[in-house]
């Protein structure tokens, strides 16, 4: 088999799948999940590709760095650490595998919300604290309600799909498209999601239109208290909104598997942090929705197909 003209640097770790199907079809890479990114800048004028998570952001110097990089992978469904812009002006193909985790993602956003709606967090924590109070741990049903996805590319289209059994209401609203109505969700525009919604769940990127896009404003507008589930990107939400929104019982209870800051120290410096775990009707998770052991494999096994037809196109263009 003839070799491809590519040589990748890996700088993640990933499933040994995409090594295994690299190898198969004499793609020659680096496998250097350890690697900083000042290592990497020093290195990456030798590559053509570049593979990656989220272990570092890939700036336009970054780029410039790679005068012979022609693609970026990223083994996740987000390009957020990525300049796409300048990696489009600079001519540089962008691959990711949105389809490896949206499952993951479906299933453990409809887990936190039946687990807010049934106290299944309070209850667990009051009977290890040697509470039994029934009563107060009574739940609500999610039949009949109705659930509104924003975004409806894969990972809301996976929500809406786990969501199918449960006897309710999905719409969704997309800012980018429209016509995607389908078996599991009916499109909708923004003003009946905010008539209409008892459920609302973030399925969106992080892009300078929705930074910060929860905020005070876009809470008010909701015409019922909602159950809110973000699980897209932290930056979208405004967390002192949402404490202001529970607060006031105009939010019944957050799901956040993502936060505008991750990980400590650095959240523990946060005004917001505090307040947020504190309080009773919020769950977390460290941004853990897509990453389960299947999506693992998944990512990597799709990710890695792509790599390989892009490659071939070069190849045959060459």
């Known amino acids: 088999m003839t070799k491809l003209p590519s ?29 900083g990114k000042d290592e990497a ?17 890939v700036d336009a110097a970054f780029m410039d760095a790679a005068p012979q990089l022609t693609f970026i992978a990223r083994g996740g469904a987000g390009m957020d650490n990525i300049d796409e812009a300048y990696a489009q002006a600079r001519g540089i193909t962008l691959l990711n595998a949105p389809e490896g ?18 106290n299944l967090n309070r209850g667990n924590t009051e009977i290890k604290s040697g509470l039994w109070q ?7 049903e999610l039949g009949g309600r109705t ?16 969501l199918a059994g449960f006897n309710v209401d999905v719409i969704a609203y997309d800012k980018y498209k429209t016509g995607f109505s389908d078996a599991y969700a009916t499109e909708a525009s923004m003003e009946e999601v905010t ?38 990107r932290g930056e979208i939400v405004h967390i002192p909104a949402v404490l202001a929104a529970l607060d006031e019982g105009r939010i019944l209870g957050a799901a956040f598997d993502v936060l505008p800051v991750e990980k400590f120290p650095a959240l523990n410096e946060q005004p917001w942090f505090e307040p947020l775990i504190a309080h009773e009707k919020v ?3 460290p941004h853990v929705a897509g990453w389960s ?9 799709i990710l890695v197909e792509k790599v390989i037809v892009h490659l071939s196109g070069e190849a045959s263009a060459q």
């Open 283 to 285: 769950i977390c998770s």
């Open 41 to 57: 800048l020093q290195i990456i004028p030798q590559y053509t590709g570049l593979v990656i998570r989220s272990k570092f952001k």
């Open 195 to 232: 008539e209409r919604a008892d459920v609302v769940s973030l399925h969106i990127p992080l892009t300078a239109v929705s930074r910060q896009m929860v905020d005070d404003a876009y809470l008010a507008r909701f015409r019922k208290p909602i159950f809110f589930l973000n699980g897209a």
């Open 293 to 301: 052991v299947e999506s693992y494999f998944k990512i990597a096994d």
């Open 7 to 35: 040589r990748l640097l890996i700088v993640d770790d990933i499933h040994p799948i995409f090594a295994e199907k690299l190898t198969s079809k004499n793609i020659a890479f680096d496998y250097l999940p350890a690697i």
């Open 147 to 162: 659930v509104a996805l924003i975004g409806y590319g894969n990972n809301g289209g996976a929500m809406a799909r786990k």
């Open 101 to 118: 985790n949206r499952d993951a993602v479906g299933e453990h956003m409809v887990g936190m919300l039946l687990s807010l709606m049934n």
């Open 134 to 140: 029934r009563e107060e741990n009574r739940g609500l």
